[in-house]
C-alpha cells in the first residue's frame, strides 16, 4: 500500500549546524505534506506545511522543499539549537480525503 | 485562539475494565476531530475520525469505539480492556482538507 516513510532514524547535529531530515512518499496523489515536532511525552506540534503547487516554503529558521520527480521531502532546520531535540514527523494527505498518513519519525540530537 | 484538551494524562487500567477518554475543543467550530494511537518509538496510527456530530468513521478493527455527542466533544471508549490497548492516545482537530491537524499532549494508558 501507499506510505510515508523516511530515510534516517537517528539524526545528531552538532548546536549551530544546519541540521535536514529526509522523507519519501509513494503515493503521486498526495498533494498536501505537513512536518511534526514531538518531544517527549507531549502530541505533536506543527511546523510547517507545502502543497503540491509549491516546491520550497521557508519558515522561522526552517525550509520545506518538495521534489515531487522523486517523490522526497525534507526538512532543514538552520542553527540548530538544543530546543530542536525531538523526533520530527512527516505526515501526507491524499487528495480529497482529510486523513493524514504519517511517517514513523526521525530522532533528531543536538549536542554542544 | 484554538485549544484542545485532552485528560486524563495518564491511566492505568485492569485488563477487562472499561475505558474513558475525552477529547475537547475551544475556539472553533465544526472542526474535523481525530483519535490516534501511537506505540512506543513508532508513528501514529488513525483510529477514527468525525466531520460532525454523531458522525464517525472507523479505520481499523479494534476493541475501541468514539462517539461525538457535541461540537468540540470527542470521546474514545471500550467495554472491555486487552493488554494490546496499551500506548499513547492522541486526539486532533483540523478545520477540514488540505488544512493541518493540531494534536493535544496525549493520554498515556497502560493495561496491567
Known amino acids: 500500500g501507499e506510505s510515508v516513510g523516511l530515510h534516517l532514524p537517528t539524526l545528531s547535529v552538532q548546536e549551530g549546524d544546519n541540521s535536514i531530515i529526509n522523507c519519501a512518499y509513494s503515493n503521486s496523489a498526495s498533494d498536501y505534506f505537513i512536518w511534526y515536532k514531538q518531544e517527549s511525552g507531549k502530541g505533536p506540534q506543527f511546523i510547517i506545511d507545502?502543497?503540491?503547487?509549491?516546491d520550497k516554503r521557508q519558515g522561522q529558521r526552517v525550509t520545506v522543499l518538495l521534489n515531487k520527480t522523486v517523490k522526497h521531502l525534507s526538512l532543514q532546520i538552520a542553527a540548530t539549537q538544543p530546543g530542536d531535540s525531538a523526533v520530527y514527523f512527516c505526515a501526507e494527505n491524499m487528495g480529497n480525503t482529510d486523513k493524514l498518513i504519517f511517517g514513523t519519525g526521525t530522532r533528531l540530537q543536538v549536542f554542544p | 485562539s484554538q485549544t484542545i484538551h485532552q485528560w486524563p494524562a495518564t491511566l492505568v487500567q485492569p485488563v477487562g475494565s472499561p475505558l474513558s477518554l475525552e477529547c475537547t475543543v475551544e475556539?472553533?467550530?465544526?472542526?474535523?476531530l481525530y483519535w490516534y494511537r501511537q506505540a512506543a518509538g513508532r508513528g501514529l496510527q488513525l483510529l477514527f475520525y468525525s466531520v460532525g456530530i454523531g458522525q464517525i468513521s472507523s479505520e481499523v478493527p479494534q476493541n475501541l469505539s468514539a462517539s461525538r455527542p457535541q461540537d468540540r466533544q470527542f470521546i474514545l471508549s471500550s467495554k472491555k480492556l486487552l493488554l494490546s490497548d496499551s500506548g499513547f492516545y492522541l486526539c486532533?482537530?483540523?478545520?477540514?482538507?488540505?488544512?493541518?491537524?493540531?494534536f493535544g499532549d496525549g493520554t498515556r494508558l497502560s493495561i496491567l
Open positions: 486532533a482537530w483540523s478545520t477540514g482538507l488540505d488544512q493541518p491537524q493540531h
Open positions: 475556539g472553533t467550530s465544526n472542526p474535523n
Open positions: 507545502i502543497r503540491s503547487n509549491m
